[in-house]
């Protein structure tokens, strides 16, 4: 028997791998964790602003500073652009499987009713 159990684990060595007990692990979707995406919109906002007073004030010396302090805050915004982007593809592909059943469900529908005349 101790054997038997040996070779099943030897060819499914990934049932090793599983959690035992009651926590289960949430999936890894390689999206930046919560608090770097907040971090990244307090650094952003404050930058985003003064940059773009700098950018209107007429001072012409101040006025690479502020682009300066206006792309560094679009690039603090960068984890939030990948959580909105991964939820954007999301609704995008459940639009697109509901157009494809709702797409099935009226071909099925003529075609039942073209029978019955």
């Known amino acids: 028997m101790i054997i038997?159990?040996?070779?099943?684990?030897?060819?499914?060595?990934s049932s090793d791998g599983y959690f035992r007990?009651?926590?289960?692990?949430?999936?890894?979707?390689?999206?930046?964790?919560?608090?770097e995406v907040v971090n990244g919109i307090l650094i952003a906002i404050p930058l985003i602003l003064i940059g773009f007073l700098i950018l209107k004030s007429s001072n012409e010396k101040l006025g690479c500073l502020g682009s300066i302090m206006l792309i560094g805050g679009i690039i603090c915004l960068?984890?939030?652009l990948a959580w909105i982007a991964s939820i954007a593809s999301s609704l995008l592909s459940i639009g697109i499987i509901l157009v494809v059943v709702l797409a099935v469900i009226c071909l099925i529908y003529n075609l039942i009713n073209k029978k019955k005349e």
């Open 4 to 13: 038997l159990s040996k070779t099943f684990q030897l060819f499914f060595i």
């Open 21 to 35: 007990g009651r926590y289960l692990p949430t999936p890894d979707l390689g999206l930046p964790n919560s608090s």
């Open 78 to 80: 960068l984890p939030l």
